[in-house]
Structure formats: C-alpha cells, structure tokens
C-alpha cells in the first residue's frame, strides 16, 4: 500500500516544472521564515533536496547569512541512519549517497541531535496529521526516534498530500507541514 501510495505521489511530484517546483518552493520557504519557531531558531537542521522536492538552497544559505547554525545530515548507508554536521558554507557540499548533497568528509563536523532547535524534513507523501512516507528506508523516522528537543517541521508541495497514510508502529509524525497554500498543524 504505502509503495503504491509512493510511487504515485513520486511520479506527480517528478512531473511539476523547474520554473514550478522555484515558485512553489519560494512561497513556502516564505511561510517558514515567517514562522516564531523558525525566527528564534538558533541551530536548524535541513534537509539539501533533490528530485524535484521542495527545494532548501536557497533557504540553507539565506540560513547561514542570516547567522543561523545550519545542520545538514550524511547518510550511513550501512545501518540506515543520519549523522548530523555543523556546514560553514555552501560550497562545503558535494554529492554522496543517492547524488544528495552532502559534507564532504573533510568539512565533517558532527553534531548531536539535542541540540538542533528545528528539524526541517523532507517526505514523499503526507497526510493532515502529521504522518509521512519517505522513501522507504527509515533514516528520518530513526533520526526523530532519538531524544530531542526540536521542533519537527516538513516541507511539501500540495500535491503531496494525501487523505490518509497507513501506520507503522515505527513511523514518526511531524508537528506542521508547510505547502505552497498552507501551514497544517498536525500536532
């Protein structure tokens, strides 16, 4: 259910435009920035998109000009999981795993998860209560099953989004989405 649910969902995001996923990704980055939780912020860990997500360039650097602390995840793909770095600037990235933008590893600074104030995730699919499907391998619902503090934030396009999702005990919500059109306090 939830691949076929994905793949779906996959298949609509890959077909909006550049010039769409710029202007949607625009006003939504315009909703998080206006929000209290983001503004008083300090430490804020993004995802870097790719695949037609909503995307977090601009917002990652507009961050780090704004004096925010930026964390970025790499992904271990052996177990699964994310480990956290400080980034310093933009041009610190390069591909890694999966072609996503990544630390390269002599810009690795880690950094535990207790002290990011706002996570910023990413998805495939989302339903009204905070529920998500990402692509299939549990890296952020291992990352939020961690002892945090943070605010969890997703960003996704309208048409991501979906009347229900199934499940799993081991699936983590969110507390907002922030689309194009909207902010949906799932919480």
């Known amino acids: 259910m939830k691949n076929t649910i994905r793949s779906e969902i996959l298949k609509t995001r890959r077909c909006l435009t550049t ?7 625009n006003r939504i980055k ?16 993004f995802y870097v998109s790719y695949d037609n997500e ?11 000009a704004a004096g925010k602390r930026v964390v970025v995840p790499k ?11 400080l980034l310093s600037k933009w041009s610190d990235l390069s591909p890694c795993s999966y072609n996503i933008l990544e630390p390269r590893p002599e ?14 995730l990413p998805g495939v699919v989302f339903d009204e ?3 998500r499907i990402g692509h299939g391998l549990g ?7 961690k002892e945090k503090k943070a605010s969890v934030i997703a960003l996704a396009f309208e048409c991501q989004m979906v009347q229900n999702i199934p499940v799993e005990k081991h699936d983590m919500r969110v507390e907002k989405i922030i689309t194009e059109d909207r902010i949906i306090n799932c919480l």
């Open 19 to 25: 010039t769409d996923v710029a202007e949607k990704s």
């Open 30 to 45: 315009q909703r998080l920035f206006a929000l209290d939780v983001y503004k008083i912020a300090k430490t804020i860990l």
């Open 54 to 64: 909503v995307s977090t360039h601009e917002m990652i650097q507009e961050s780090l």
């Open 75 to 85: 992904v271990n793909e052996k177990d699964h999981t994310l480990s956290l770095s």
């Open 107 to 120: 810009c690795l600074s880690e950094v535990v998860v207790e002290s990011i104030d706002l996570m910023i």
């Open 129 to 131: 209560k905070g529920n």
């Open 139 to 145: 890296y952020y619902d291992r990352l939020l099953r």
